[in-house]
């Protein structure tokens, strides 16, 4: 095995990691050493990496909370196969993804069906998870029912679109850019952000998947009818929401969280079905790579929305 091995390292919050080279770890009982070839570049890890979010590691640090590769010893998984990995802390408390060579608990690697593009593989837990979570567990979307899904080219909401068009709703994909629009799935009517009232979309939704928050969560709350429901995912366009408490109450309309930490296992096996479907093309996921000399690049069209899809670092 060569003893060449590169990390990106976190040294500083608010700065990117560097690219370092560093030993092979040396593999020890209870735990998968594992030639990456795949991680996810996602907005929890960037908030990692700039200090903003509630379990931060200790520095340096190796990010990356979700990746896949094949394993090169292990006394659980087999030599050789694929696995992605994830959990007990990877990329938050202890070293994660973005290197070649990681050596992880081996609780945290789960086999993954030869063939699948490792890149799905990373997105196990979000995308794919996070969009089953929405739908399914939190928004309890019904057929027929009419569901508006905000960030709808991105990688939740792409995804997003497609489950709640699977569950027999009629969708609405809203982006916030021109350039966007044929990127929604053909399985929603796609909508500008700054087109969207309610005679644009035809009336009232009876169920928000927010992916993006700030101020078009708010304009989104507006299209809810009363009982309905918003399931918040994320906040990348603005972490705060004010609202006008007797406006909340008139509107009755209820503002829900998504925590996959927390729904992780009720979905793992519908996210084992998607990403079977995902590889044989029955669900489609557009997949950014980059090289981990391009993590700058990554991290720029992630943080600025330019992004579409999963966006991942190519370690192979
Ligand atoms: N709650 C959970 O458990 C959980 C799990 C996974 C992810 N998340 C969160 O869910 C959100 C979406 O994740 P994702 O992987 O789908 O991200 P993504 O692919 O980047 O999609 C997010 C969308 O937000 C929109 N956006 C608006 N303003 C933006 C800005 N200033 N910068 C970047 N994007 C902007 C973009 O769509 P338009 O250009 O069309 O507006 C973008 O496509 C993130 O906030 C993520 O942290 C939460």
Sequence with gaps: MSSESNALVLERFGELPRLLERPVPDARPGHTLVRMLA???????????DGRFGILPDLPAVPGTNGAGRVLASDTHPVGSLVRISGKGLGLRRDGCWRSHALVPDATAVPVPEGMDPALACGFATPAGTAWAAVHSVAAVRPRERVLVTGAAGAVGSLAVQVAAHAGAEVIGVVGRPAKLDRVPAAAKAVLAGELTAEAIGGPVDV?????????LKSALGLVRPR??????GYTAGRELTVDLADFLLADVSLLPVNLMTRGREVAADVERMLAELTAGELELAVERHRPEQLADAARRLRTGAAVGLVVLDLS
Aim: aromatic share 0%; hydrophobic share 55%; charged share 10%.
């Design 39 to 49: 991680a996810q570049v996602g907005h929890l890890d960037l908030n990692i990496v």
């Design 208 to 216: 928000v998947v927010d992916t993006v928050g700030g101020p078009v």
């Design 228 to 233: 309905g429901r918003v399931a918040l995912v």
